[in-house]
């Protein structure tokens, strides 16, 4: 059974930062890319940022893109999101994702989904 348990999320102020976190097992965090999508209110799921285990091969969604920075810790079998400069409009539900790779994690798919934590960036 896989599990992505995420942290961190919380409340910032506009160009604040913030570190979301998503542990899972090591078979899991081996065996598939690793992401993170978010839901804002009123709006549909998306895709924000995914990498695979060994960090050679990521992917942004353009909206984040240079704001944020998506990385691994192995030894932890953990997957980070550095999220810098915040917007408003960053303020979502976001979700650690388990998927094939990145570029099918950039159009949508994933096969696992965590449980979602909340952040919001005030104005």
């Known amino acids: 059974q896989v599990q992505l348990v995420e942290s961190g999320g919380g409340l910032v102020q506009a160009g604040g930062s913030l570190r979301l976190s998503c542990a899972t097992s090591?078979?899991?965090?081996?065996?598939?890319?690793l992401g993170w999508f978010r839901q804002a209110p009123g709006k549909e799921r998306e895709f924000v940022a995914a990498?695979?285990?060994?960090?050679?091969?990521?992917s942004y969604a353009g909206s984040v893109k240079g704001r944020f920075t998506i990385s691994t810790d192995n030894a932890k079998n953990t997957v980070y999101l550095q999220k810098n400069s915040l917007k408003p409009e960053d303020k979502a539900v976001y979700y650690c994702?388990?998927?094939?790779?990145?570029?099918?994690?950039?159009?949508?798919?994933?096969?696992?989904w965590g449980q979602g934590t909340q952040v919001t960036v005030s104005s």
């Open positions: 994702a388990a998927g094939a790779n990145p570029t099918t994690m950039s159009r949508g798919q994933s096969d696992y």
């Open positions: 090591g078979r899991t965090f081996s065996s598939y890319c």
């Open positions: 990498i695979t285990s060994s960090g050679g091969s990521w």
